[in-house]
C-alpha cells in the first residue's frame, strides 16, 4: 500500500451508493482489523449490511446517505490516541482498496450500534464505509506555522511530514494539535478541543508515514 497516495487522495465521504461491500474487501479488512487489534490491543470490529445506524435523522441532516458498513472502535478507557492512530490506519487501508470513508462521532443512531462493552471498556468511534458516490473534497488548513514549530531552520524530513499531516482529518477540521522539533526529538501535543486527543492519534500515523524513513524520536 501507498500511504503517502492514500493519504492524499483520502477525503471524507458520507454518501455512498447502493453495492454493498465486495467479498474480496470484507476479507481484507477484517485480516487488517486483526492484525491492529493484535498490536493496539483494541477492538476494532467491522460491521456490514447493516443500516440502522445511519438511518436516523442526525445522520440525514448531516448529509449520509446509503451507508450500510461501518467500524466500530472499543478499547480501554483513556486510550483516545490510540483509537485515532490504529484506525486511520484502517481508513489508509480501505483508501488503498478502494473504499471511502468517514470518522463519524455524533452523527449516527447510537441506539442502534451496540458493539460488547467489556469491564473497563468505553465505545470510542464509529468510522463509515462504502463506495462513495462522490470521492470527496480537501478540508481546510490552518497555516502550517500554527500547527509546528522546530529549532532553526525546518529540515525537509520536518516538512515532509508536517505535509502529511495536513491531509489528516481532524474533528469540526479543528486541527487542535501542535507538533515541536528539538533535534531529533518530536513533540507532539493536544490542544483543547471536542476529540482532539483522537485528532492527534490520527496526525500522529500521518506524521510518522510523512517523514518515512528518517529516525526520530517522540518526546
Not at 45 to 52: H, S
Not at 72 to 93: H, T
Amino acid at each position: 500500500m501507498d500511504i503517502i497516495k492514500a493519504m492524499y487522495e483520502r477525503h471524507s465521504v458520507r454518501r455512498y451508493t447502493d453495492e454493498p461491500l465486495r467479498e474480496e474487501h470484507i476479507e481484507s479488512l477484517n485480516k487488517a482489523i486483526d492484525d491492529v487489534n493484535n498490536e493496539s490491543g483494541l477492538r476494532f470490529t467491522l460491521v456490514t449490511n447493516e443500516p440502522e445506524a445511519f438511518s436516523g435523522k442526525m445522520a440525514s441532516y448531516s448529509h449520509f446517505s446509503g451507508c450500510t458498513d461501518y467500524i466500530v472502535a472499543v478499547g480501554s478507557k483513556g486510550k483516545d490516541e490510540e483509537v485515532g492512530y490504529y484506525g486511520e490506519k484502517l481508513v489508509l487501508i480501505a483508501q488503498s482498496l478502494g473504499i471511502n470513508s468517514c470518522w463519524v462521532a455524533l452523527t449516527y443512531s447510537k441506539n442502534k450500534v451496540k458493539p460488547e462493552i467489556k469491564k473497563g471498556e468505553k465505545f470510542y468511534i464509529v468510522i463509515s464505509l462504502g463506495y462513495g458516490i462522490h470521492q470527496g473534497r480537501p478540508h481546510k488548513n490552518k497555516p502550517l506555522t500554527e500547527l509546528c514549530s522546530c529549532e532553526g531552520e525546518m529540515p525537509q524530513w520536518f516538512k515532509n511530514a508536517m505535509d502529511a499531516v495536513l491531509t489528516a482529518p481532524t474533528a469540526m477540521n479543528q486541527q487542535k494539535f501542535h507538533f515541536e522539533l528539538k533535534g531529533e526529538n518530536v513533540k507532539a501535543k493536544a490542544l483543547f478541543g471536542p476529540y482532539s486527543k483522537m485528532d492527534l492519534g490520527i496526525a500522529k500515523y500521518h506524521f510518522e508515514a510523512g517523514a518515512k524513513e528518517h529516525k526520530f524520536n517522540w518526546a
